[in-house]
């Protein structure tokens, strides 16, 4: 698996935009970009993926530019129950079952 | 359709006593993971398994054992539980494997041991 590099914590306000960066020098060819989120006491629950340019769900925007070595995710116009911790993960199809989510960041968004 | 559960949410043990974690997923998903998450830090696989009546050992395998006899349940124990082994305990599902593959988690099961 890709070594990837996060913020460990992003503090920001209700209605604003929060971009958290992943660096993953390392990425394969064959790689996809997947980010988790992990609210409280919860167990993590995917959001978003993809392999280059942009992708856009319900959740997030996924930033990816061309040479894929580094990755955005965009939560727009955040509210409280977007305190969570967002992972990034980088990886292929292959059957490799040790992911590795790592500290993640913690964004924290307050009134 | 519930997804991921686990059994129990929270238990306390002493040293040296054992216990089962029981997890269950409804989604005919082949393949089934143990985490562990200790405060502060993220997400450590324990055991997992590739398909009924089968397991494999994960990042950090000792101290536990697993058992996989149902499609859809995976069983994680505690033989000779340690205070190292307090932790919150996740049990995740997944079709196939992967990162590109979603991996579906449960709640979570909160361990103390004493």
């Known amino acids: 698996l890709a070594k990837t590099t996060q913020p460990i914590s992003m503090d920001s306000y209700e209605g604003q935009e929060v971009n958290i960066t992943c660096s993953h020098n390392?990425?394969?060819?064959?790689?996809?970009i997947t980010w988790y989120q992990q609210f409280p006491s919860q167990g993590p629950r995917f959001i978003i993926q993809?392999?280059?340019t942009k992708v856009t769900n319900e959740v997030a925007s996924l930033f990816i530019p061309a040479d894929r070595k580094s990755s955005t995710l965009s939560l727009p116009r955040v509210s409280l129950s977007d305190t969570a911790v967002y992972y990034c993960?980088?990886?292929?199809?292959?059957?490799?079952?040790?992911?590795?989510f790592g500290a993640g960041t913690t964004v924290t968004v307050r009134a | 359709n519930a997804g991921v559960t686990q059994t129990p949410k929270f238990r306390v043990l002493k040293t040296g006593q054992s216990m089962t974690l029981l997890c269950a997923q409804d989604?005919?998903?082949?393949?089934m993971y143990w985490y562990r998450q200790d405060p502060g830090m993220g997400l450590r696989l324990i055991h997992y398994?590739?398909?009924?009546?089968?397991?494999a050992k994960g990042e950090v395998p000792d101290g536990y054992n697993v058992s996989r006899l149902k499609k859809q349940n995976f069983l994680l124990g505690l033989e000779s539980a340690a205070p190292s082994q307090t932790s919150v305990y996740f049990c995740?599902?997944?079709?196939?494997?992967?990162?590109?593959?979603?991996?579906?988690f449960g709640p979570g099961t909160r361990l103390l041991v004493l």
């Open positions: 995740a599902s997944s079709q196939l494997a992967g990162v590109q593959e979603t991996q579906y």
């Open positions: 390392n990425i394969a060819t064959n790689d996809y």
């Open positions: 993809g392999y280059k």
């Open positions: 993960l980088v990886g292929d199809s292959s059957n490799d079952y040790k992911l590795s």
């Open positions: 989604m005919n998903h082949e393949y």
């Open positions: 398994s590739v398909g009924e009546g089968t397991t």
